[in-house]
C-alpha cells in the first residue's frame, strides 16, 4: 500500500508562470490537506478537501491559490502568476477520517516550490 | 481560534539524556493530538496518536502524554540518541479532521 505521493519532488517557477502540484492519497483515504511551510516555520494549513468537495479553504490565500480533489485522479494545488514570496515546501496529508491504528494524519514527502 | 504553541523552539542535549517537549492548546475541546518527527528536507513522519479518552501512549523509548484540562501534552524519549535529532511537530485535531500544528521543536543530540 503505496504511502502518500506527491509530485514533482522539486519545481522551479519564473515569477508570472502556473505551478501546480499534485497529491495521490493513500488508498482508501477520502480526506486531503495541504499545507505550506516556509523556511524555518511550522506548517501552515491551507485546505481541506474531500472527493469533487473543499471542505474547509481557510488556509488559502485569497487571490491566485485554488485547490481541486476531483472525483478521478490525485489533488491538484494551483497556484497561478506565482511570486518570490510563494516559494516553499508545500505538503500533502491524507487521512481515512477515522482513528484506524495508531495514526490519522499521514503525510507525502512535500513538494519544494523555488520560484525565481 | 485554536492555537497550538511548542516550548522549546530548540533544544540541544548530550546522548543518552532523557528529555521532554511540551505542547500547548488552546482549546481543550480536542479529539486527537497527534506527535510527528520531521527530518531536514523530508515529509513527516507520524510518532504517537493519543486519542481524547486517551491519557497517553508509548512506542518503544517514546511516551507522549495527553491532559486535557491544561491543555498541555507532552512528548518524553528514554535515553536520546544522535538519531533522534529532527524537528518535532505536535497537532491537534479539532471539529474532526482539521488540524493545527505547532511551531515544532527543534532537537539536536550530541555524540
Known amino acids: 500500500n503505496a504511502g502518500v505521493m506527491q509530485n514533482p519532488r522539486h519545481l522551479v517557477r519564473r515569477r508570472g508562470q502556473e505551478a501546480r502540484l499534485r497529491c495521490s492519497p493513500m488508498k482508501g483515504h477520502s480526506h486531503v490537506y495541504w499545507y505550506r511551510q516556509l523556511p524555518e516555520e511550522g506548517l501552515k494549513f491551507m485546505v481541506y478537501?474531500?472527493?469533487?468537495?473543499?471542505?474547509?479553504e481557510s488556509g488559502m490565500p485569497k487571490e491566485r491559490f485554488s485547490a481541486e480533489f476531483p472525483k478521478e485522479g490525485p489533488s491538484i494545488l494551483r497556484i497561478q502568476q506565482v511570486v518570490r514570496g510563494d516559494s516553499a515546501a508545500y505538503f500533502c496529508a491524507s487521512s481515512p477520517g477515522v482513528v484506524t491504528t495508531n495514526e490519522k494524519l499521514f503525510f507525502g514527502s512535500g513538494t519544494q516550490l523555488s520560484v525565481l | 481560534k485554536q492555537e497550538v504553541t511548542q516550548i522549546p523552539a530548540a533544544l540541544s542535549v548530550p546522548e543518552g539524556e532523557n528529555l521532554v517537549l511540551n505542547c500547548s492548546f488552546t482549546d481543550s475541546a480536542i479529539y486527537n493530538l497527534q506527535w510527528f518527527r520531521q527530518d531536514p528536507g523530508k515529509g513527516l513522519t507520524s510518532l504517537l496518536l493519543i486519542q481524547s479518552s486517551q491519557r497517553e501512549q508509548t512506542s518503544g523509548r517514546l511516551n507522549a502524554s495527553l491532559d486535557k484540562s491544561s491543555g498541555r501534552s507532552t512528548l518524553y524519549i528514554a535515553a536520546s540518541q544522535p538519531g533522534d535529532s529532527a524537528t518535532y511537530l505536535c497537532a491537534g485535531e479539532y471539529n474532526f479532521n482539521k488540524f493545527y500544528f505547532g511551531s515544532g521543536t527543534k532537537l539536536n543530540v550530541k555524540p
Open positions: 478537501l474531500q472527493k469533487e468537495n473543499i471542505i474547509d
